[in-house]
């Protein structure tokens, strides 16, 4: 019998960055250990340039959660606090994803660390910036005069 390691890459699956992102599934996640005791987690699927990445938050919709900043970013509006609010609405939406990696004694991990609506067209178009300044900056401040 062979007895295999655990294979670690330590490398990003994603450069540190906002990205278009699709939300790809829902799962309720019962009964999760955390520091602060045991909650129902909700766990996020979103596509990310062809990534599959995870988001883990609280199942819990107040206007601090996570999740209402998440509900409010994905459909542009505040999520209804009546008890109607279905998670399984997040699937099929397209929103942004930040994108931050983490590192650790394992490896480099991938994360995302908010969501973000999605720009219109016209927002993601580039925008103008306006020239680099060309002047030399000095290496030491004491050679500015004022």
Do not use: H
Request: aromatic residues 6%; negative net charge; contains cysteine.
């Amino acid at each position: 019998m062979a007895i295999k390691p655990k294979v670690i890459i330590n490398e990003a699956k994603l450069e540190d960055g906002v990205y278009d992102a699709k939300i790809e599934g829902v799962e309720l996640l019962k009964n999760q250990e955390t520091p602060w005791g045991v909650t129902d987690k909700l766990k996020l699927v979103l596509s990310v340039e062809g990534i599959e990445l995870i988001l883990r938050v609280n199942n819990v919709l107040s206007k601090k959660s996570k999740l209402f900043g998440i509900a409010k970013a994905v459909f542009k509006k505040e999520p209804p606090l009546d008890g109607s609010f279905d998670a399984e609405w997040f699937i099929g939406r397209k929103c942004q994803a930040l994108v931050e990696n983490s590192e650790s004694e394992q490896g480099i991990w991938t994360n995302i660390s908010t969501v973000l609506p999605l720009r219109s067209a016209q927002q993601a178009q580039p925008q103008a910036r306006e020239p680099e300044p060309d002047f030399d900056v000095p290496e030491n401040l004491e050679d500015i005069v004022f």
